[in-house]
């Protein structure tokens, strides 16, 4: 394992694996407490329009999966907001399959097979370059600024947006910021799991940090922290293993998912008051 | 003293829907504690929307404590029906903390000065102890007192509760109503609600809304009107001032201007 940090390919994955637990704690959380982790998947696949594209123009492919990943994320947002608009639902479905459609026509059109597809689909950890890292950790500083700066505004939004309305708040601004940074994260985390896998690593750390905090900052934190082991201990095992690393990462963090989610039902268990209670009380 | 509410023939709806409220007026004076009821389907969120400036009104005027709703909206105190019933990663202090929103600016966290006032709003409804809890596990009237501590954030002149008692027991709602006369000694009160036995002895006065309005005191006798708009005779009869506000069953949804 020493000897492999002495390879470039490996220090970089190790980058990638830091920078981007930074937004998935961060934009993960928000997702999460939104339930819009739908909107990620769509706008993660819309961005293979994107792919398209610039494999067809010949630019770089991460450019032109975050300029579509932006453009849908807006549509979606156009679309959804207003008084008669579209069931977010059926907007983000369309975004979805369209972007994958229009991805497969500029490829045709690029006359290429383009080998580097499986990997915008799957993920490329260990071919992240140097010019990605300084990407990525630009994103994540936008991020930070983004969430650090708004983020009394984005709780207020996201807890109860009638009540931030009447408190004067700017509604569709901050939807709109919203979805640039989840755009941005999504882009940024395709790059460790592609775009397929990128809802989990949005929704998993956060939605596991959940269970034991209380709290959004807290929230963000936690997950954070628990995004960058589980990069971590998945590009080791991967590496080990000899397994894609995209793919590890995902099936670690779903176990831990899915072991912590049952542990936390047990803990809570009878005599304690259940978060459903509260529900059932609100839904008559 | 300006009055709180001064609404003068209103007709608002959903465009291109017929008018849900039509030809409403009704005042609340600074002081006053005015409970809105009415059937379900009779307009009452509606109207809130309008107070709260979140639905233009089609004619009529709407004020707000002098100003016009968008303008006076960050001086009313809004508690909504019991949101969010999901659970969300908030302590009671952060919900409080809400009402401080838009006071304290972007890009600033919430001021020391922010923290206390939420701190005081907390105590001041006896739940000061349940600052640090998460709001998922505080009961129904806990919670609602966090939400009228949210609203009572930047000293509102009017303090608009809809639906406050949906989810809370019989004592729970006595020592509510004791709480809110106790605010209605510094600020106007309205409360929306569809549950006639809600309202109790401390309201001062009561309009029954279903679509229109008929004033009370001018020409119609009020048991009368009150029984047609399936309005509760008890309660109009009970010698609070109150306005009717209703339409007969086969009023159709015509609209004639």
Excluded at chain 1, 172 to 193: C, D
Excluded at chain 1, 255 to 260: D, F, Q, R
Excluded at chain 2, 203 to 215: E, G, Q, T, Y
């Amino acid at each position: 394992m020493t000897d492999l940090l002495g390879h470039a390919f490996m220090r970089h994955a190790l980058a990638a694996s830091a920078l981007s637990a930074v937004a998935s704690g961060a934009v993960g959380t928000l997702v999460v407490v939104n339930r819009m982790s739908t909107l990620t998947g769509a706008i993660a696949h819309a961005s293979f329009g994107g792919l398209g594209l610039a494999f067809a123009l010949g630019l770089p492919p991460m450019y032109g999966a975050l300029g579509v990943a932006l453009l849908s994320a807006l549509g979606i947002a156009a679309l959804t907001s207003g008084p008669r608009s579209e069931s977010p639902d059926t907007a983000m479905a369309a975004f979805w399959a369209m972007g994958m459609a229009a991805g497969l026509v500029f490829i045709r059109l690029s006359g290429s097979y383009a080998p580097d597809l499986m990997s915008w689909l799957f993920g490329s950890l260990l071919t992240v370059s140097r010019g990605d890292l300084f990407l990525m950790a630009l994103m994540d500083l936008l991020i930070l600024v983004i969430v650090g700066g708004l983020f009394k505004e984005l709780a207020g939004i996201s807890y109860d947006p009638e009540f931030a309305v009447v408190r004067g708040l700017p509604a569709p601004l901050l939807r709109g910021v919203f979805m640039v940074t989840a755009s941005v994260t999504v882009v940024m985390l395709m790059k460790m799991t592609g775009l397929i896998l990128v809802m989990a690593m949005m929704t998993i750390p956060a939605s596991v940090a959940r269970l034991s905090v209380h709290g959004m900052g807290r929230m963000m934190v936690a997950s954070g922290v628990l995004a960058l082991v589980l990069n971590l201990s998945g590009l080791g095992l991967a590496v080990v293993l000899d397994l894609p690393p995209g793919a590890v990462i995902i099936l670690l963090s779903g176990t831990v998912y899915a072991v912590a989610t049952l542990l936390a039902r047990r803990r809570r268990g009878p005599g304690r008051r259940l978060r459903s209670v509260g529900t059932a009380q609100n839904s008559q | 003293m300006i009055p709180a509410l001064e609404i003068r023939d209103l007709t608002v709806g959903y465009a291109p829907g017929p008018p849900v409220l039509e030809d409403v007026s009704l005042t609340v004076p600074g002081d006053g504690f005015m409970a809105l009821i009415g059937p379900n389907g009779g307009g009452k969120t509606t109207l809130v929307k309008v107070i709260l400036g979140l639905l233009r009104p089609w004619s009529g005027s709407v004020i707000v404590l002098g100003l016009p709703p968008s303008k006076a909206a960050p001086r009313v105190g809004y508690v909504p029906q019991m949101v969010p019933g999901r659970s969300f990663p908030v302590t009671a202090l952060d919900v409080a903390l809400m009402g401080r929103l838009g006071s304290t600016g972007p890009f600033r966290r919430y001021t020391a000065d922010d923290r206390a006032k939420a701190m005081e709003s907390l105590s001041f409804l006896g739940i000061g102890e349940l600052a640090g809890r998460p709001m998922d596990e505080l009961s129904g009237g806990q919670r609602q007192r966090v939400l009228i501590a949210r609203a009572l954030g930047t000293d509102p002149g009017l303090l608009l509760l809809d639906e406050p008692v949906a989810s809370v027991d019989q004592e729970t709602q006595e020592s509510f109503f004791n709480l809110l006369s106790e605010l209605n000694g510094r600020l106007a009160i309205v409360l929306v609600t569809h549950d006639v036995g809600a309202v109790s002895s401390h309201v001062r006065s009561i309009a029954c809304i279903n679509r229109i309005l008929v004033s009370h005191g001018s020409t119609l006798p009020a048991e009368a009107v009150a029984e047609a708009y399936g309005c509760p005779f008890e309660l109009v009869a009970h010698g609070v001032p109150h306005r009717v506000v209703g339409h007969p069953a086969g009023h159709g949804t015509g609209r004639d201007d």
